[in-house]
């Protein structure tokens, strides 16, 4: 970036409604380089023991390529296209093993150093980027309604009480080799901040309403807002609840007070 910033951030879990988590989510500063962060989220499905599997193992190959990561020589978007593909061999091999259908969305972002950001996505946990309150660019979803939305079929607010809302047609696991659909932002700016989060948080959420969220609150705060909102608008039927918010926030230099010459 030009202009010297930080990034302030937190991430929020729950089980919402359900009697296990499947859910798993990450924000990771890079050991070797200053600015250097990673978000993941990645909802795993298949029973009980296999969806918490498959997203164990999405957040597992996640943090194996980020800490070989080096923003001065790797392409980002290729590293994180590989790390999908990786995460997706290694659950269609556990479900070989263990006999289970394992399977598991991955919305993950890489913010460098210079203020550039890129992501990647399969399935229907999604990646916001708002402008203060204003939606920039979110991924888009890879999922039986979604298609209905592209076609003009449906609008995006039937989408959510679409009776088949659940039904992807992409994600880590399945026999097929799943959608890598990527994204890049050249500059994070004062003001910018990324959103990653399972679809039991953003189906409780019109884009408008997250980003006045985002923007008027800390990440903290706007963390525990969206899962304490979702959970009283699920009324008793919540999925699991995964979140990782990242806001970019001007570094204001403290000016030296003046020395007295005598």
Partial sequence: MTKPFRLTASTGIHKGDREYQQDQVALIAHPR??????????????????????????MLTARQWFERYSPDTDDTATMLKHMVEEAHIVIRL???????????TVAAFIINPRGDCHWAHAGDSRIYHFQGARLAHRTSDHSYVQAL????????????????????????????????????????????????????????????ELASVVDSLSPRE??????????????????NLSLAIVKIEALVEEKKPARLVR
């Avoid at 200053?34 to 918490?52: I, P």
């Avoid at 556990?94 to 598991?104: G, R, Y």
């Fill in 33 to 58: 380089y200053n600015g250097c962060v990673l978000g993941v989220v990645a909802d795993g499905m298949g029973g009980r023991s296999g969806g918490r599997k498959a997203s164990d193992q999405v």
């Fill in 94 to 104: 556990t479900a070989i093993s263990a006999e289970q259908e394992p399977h598991s």
């Fill in 149 to 208: 939305v592209d076609r003009g079929e449906i609008t995006e607010a039937e989408a959510n009480t679409h009776p088949h809302s659940n039904i992807l047609v992409g994600c880590l696991g399945t026999e097929s080799d799943p959608p890598v659909a990527q994204h890049m932002i050249p500059q994070l700016l004062p003001g910018d901040v990324l959103l990653a989060c399972s679809d039991g948080v953003w189906h409780y959420f019109s884009p408008t």
């Fill in 222 to 239: 706007a963390t525990e807002f969206l899962i304490e909102k979702a959970r009283s608008r699920a009324r008793g039927g919540g999925d």
